[in-house]
């Protein structure tokens, strides 16, 4: 790990390695299956309190830090040179986008337009806002599952690496989103302690 901050990194949306994806495909596709609504907001509020944790043991001072980690499973290469608060404002981006997925699904309709990891990347310039703006839409995501009167619903949103989900599968997704990212994060502190 580094902290170099040009790195030579595969483009946004460049996708997993092929054998990487049928397994995540794979892996998914179990966990929706054995999951429930309770599941999935249990694993959601868990990985939210162990992303918090993490980010008030790193100091302030080194969250907007820049860190090269390797590439972890379910992470694409162009997100392996962020910041802690960089991978805050990508799930604060995505966390928003799931909310209103789920919502419309359980409303009975397809949301516009198309899903795409390029278009969910941070911004390297975030600051401390984001860490209250991360929080707000873990609220959204909860709310989004809870309200919902049913989450198998037969209309579906495209995921750019599942495929069309319903809105059970959208509230799989949020819980694993952020377990990936959580390690992320603490790849990252790993790399500021050096």
Same mark, same amino acid.
């Given at each position: 790990?580094? +902290?170099?901050?040009? &790195?030579? #990194? ?18 998914? $596709?179990? =966990?929706?299956?054995?999951? %429930? ?15 918090? $944790? ?6 302030? +001072? ?18 392996? %040179?962020?910041?802690?608060? !960089? =991978? #805050?404002? @990508?799930?604060?981006? *995505? %966390? *928003? /986008? ?13 949301? &516009?337009?198309? /899903?795409? +990891? $390029? /278009? ?6 975030? *600051?401390? =806002? ?12 909860? /709310?989004?599952?809870?309200?919902? =009167?049913?989450?198998? +619903?037969?209309?579906?949103?495209? @995921? &750019? ?10 509230? $799989?997704?949020?819980?694993? @989103? !952020?377990?990936? @990212? ?6 990252? !502190? ?5």
């Amino acid at each position: 790990m580094s +902290t170099n901050t040009d &790195p030579q #990194l595969a483009p946004p949306g460049a996708g997993l390695p092929a054998i990487e994806l049928w397994v995540a495909r794979l892996l998914f $596709a179990l =966990t929706r299956r054995r999951g %429930n609504r309770e599941t999935f907001v249990a694993k959601f509020e868990q990985e939210r309190a162990a992303i918090r $944790a993490l980010v008030d043991s790193c100091p302030e +001072t080194q969250r907007g830090e820049r860190v090269l980690i390797a590439r972890l499973r379910g992470l694409e290469d162009s997100s392996r %040179n962020w910041s802690v608060w !960089m =991978t #805050l404002d @990508h799930l604060r981006i *995505t %966390n *928003t /986008a799931l909310a209103r997925v789920i919502s419309a699904l359980a409303a009975g309709k397809v949301p &516009p337009g198309k /899903a795409s +990891t $390029a /278009a969910v990347k941070p911004s390297a310039a975030v *600051t401390a =806002t984001v860490e209250a703006e991360f929080e707000r839409s873990c609220d959204d995501v909860l /709310a989004s599952i809870t309200a919902a =009167t049913e989450l198998k +619903t037969q209309v579906r949103y495209a @995921h &750019p690496w599942f495929g069309p989900l319903d809105a059970l599968g959208w509230a $799989a997704m949020a819980g694993m @989103h !952020m377990g990936i @990212h959580r390690v992320q994060i603490e790849s990252i !502190m790993a790399g500021l302690r050096r």
